[in-house]
């Protein structure tokens, strides 16, 4: 199964990620501050489909905001769906 890595710059922006065959196969683009995480966009490889990469991604964010005591702003319109779908899952991180 793919492995999810986080990068950030030192202004605390980056995304986490996957690649697969030396390639970007998606990405979570976030921005951290001390409180928030804020999800801006996530975005799979068209021809990586359907193999629930996005799925991998949302977990490893919730993972880390949670370990991090971070609260979770999702203007991404798949995150948000995601914690509209299952409000009780991210009640403790989502920050509506």
Same mark, same amino acid.
């Given at each position: 199964? @793919?492995?999810?890595?986080?990068?950030?710059?030192?202004?605390?922006? &980056?995304?986490?990620?996957?690649?697969?065959?030396?390639?970007? @196969? &998606?990405?979570?683009?976030?921005?951290?501050?001390?409180?928030?995480?804020? =999800?801006?966009?996530?975005? =799979?490889?068209? @021809?990586?489909?359907?193999? &629930?990469?996005?799925?991998?991604?949302?977990?490893?964010?919730?993972?880390?905001?949670?370990?991090?005591?971070?609260?979770?702003?999702?203007?991404?319109?798949? =995150?948000?769906?995601?914690?509209?779908?299952?409000?009780?899952?991210? @009640?403790?991180?989502?920050?509506?």
């Amino acid at each position: 199964m @793919a492995e999810v890595k986080l990068k950030l710059d030192n202004r605390r922006r &980056g995304a986490f990620y996957i690649e697969e065959d030396g390639k970007q @196969a &998606g990405e979570m683009v976030i921005g951290l501050s001390e409180t928030t995480l804020t =999800v801006y966009h996530t975005e =799979v490889d068209p @021809a990586m489909e359907g193999r &629930g990469l996005a799925r991998l991604m949302l977990n490893a964010m919730v993972a880390y905001a949670r370990e991090h005591e971070l609260q979770v702003l999702p203007l991404c319109e798949y =995150v948000h769906t995601q914690f509209r779908r299952h409000p009780d899952e991210y @009640a403790d991180i989502w920050k509506r």
